[in-house]
Antibody, heavy 124, light 108 residues
Framework: QVQLQQSGPGLVKASQTLSVTCAIS??????????WTWIRQSPSRGLEWLGR?????????ESAVSVRGRLTISADTSKNLVSLQLTSVTPDDTAIYFC??????????????WGQGTLVTVSS | SYVLTQPPSVSVAPGKTATITCGGN??????VHWYQQKPGQAPVLVIY???DRPSGIPERFSGSNPGNTATLTISRVEAGDEADYYC???????????FGPGTKVTVL
């Protein structure tokens, strides 16, 4: 059974960098059949997909338009974890951040395992 | 970008059936996935590929996506089904995953 354990500071100052890590057990970050995704949730935005990383003979990363240029998702194979970094944050980035595993049996991906969520507050 | 619509709330008596809709342009051509989220918890996948149910999800949960609207149906509703429910698709035009705004199911 896949478990995703998140960690990271709950308070970040505006203009600084938000960082959250997601430790994976029960699967490997370099799996050829999964992608590792970050999603956030706030009252104003609802559930918002931020980006993903995945390994298919080489590493790929993609990010949502809303955070493109500020978001970095990286994988650490030695520690089997995936990390999110969001730079130049503003109070609008205040949200619960989730990591999730995306899988596909046919067609498009769905999120079958989620981390517990990390509430990050951006103070002005 | 692709937009999904859901009713904000659905109320249902215990033992009855709750129906939650998810609308979007030509949604019948997309794979729709559904998640249940209880307060303070992460979402849990309850239906994927319109109709498939992950292991551990009761048979009372079912889905359909015949064309204009995708539907999540909860039969014989129990108090423990009270939660927010979200639909989700992949928008190929923007290469983004998209979630619906969520429906709060209240068990009377």
């Amino acid at each position: 059974q896949v478990q995703l354990q998140q960690s990271g500071p709950g308070l970040v100052k505006a203009s600084q960098t938000l960082s959250v890590t997601c430790a994976i057990s029960g699967d490997t970050v370099s799996s050829n059949t999964a992608s590792w995704t970050w999603i956030r949730q706030s009252p104003s935005r609802g559930l918002e997909w931020l980006g993903r990383t995945y390994y298919r003979s080489q590493w790929f990363s993609e990010s949502a338009v809303s955070v493109r240029g500020r978001l970095t998702i990286s994988a650490d194979t030695s520690k089997n974890l995936v990390s999110l970094q969001l730079t130049s944050v503003t109070p609008d980035d205040t949200a619960i951040y989730f990591c999730a595993r995306a899988k596909a049996r046919r067609g498009t991906y769905y999120f079958d395992s989620w981390g517990q969520g990390t509430l990050v507050t951006v103070s002005s | 970008s692709y937009v999904l619509t859901q009713p904000p709330s659905v109320s249902v008596a215990p033992g009855k059936t709750a129906t939650i809709t998810c609308g979007g342009n030509n949604i019948g051509s997309k794979n729709v996935h559904w998640y249940q989220q209880k307060p303070g918890q992460a979402p849990v996948l309850v239906i994927y590929y319109d109709t498939d149910r992950p292991s551990g999800i009761p048979e009372r949960f079912s889905g359909s996506n015949p064309g204009n609207t995708a539907t999540l149906t909860i039969s014989r509703v129990e108090a423990g089904d009270e939660a927010d429910y979200y639909c989700q698709v992949w928008d190929s035009s923007s290469d983004h995953y998209v979630f619906g705004p969520g429906t709060k199911v209240t068990v009377l």
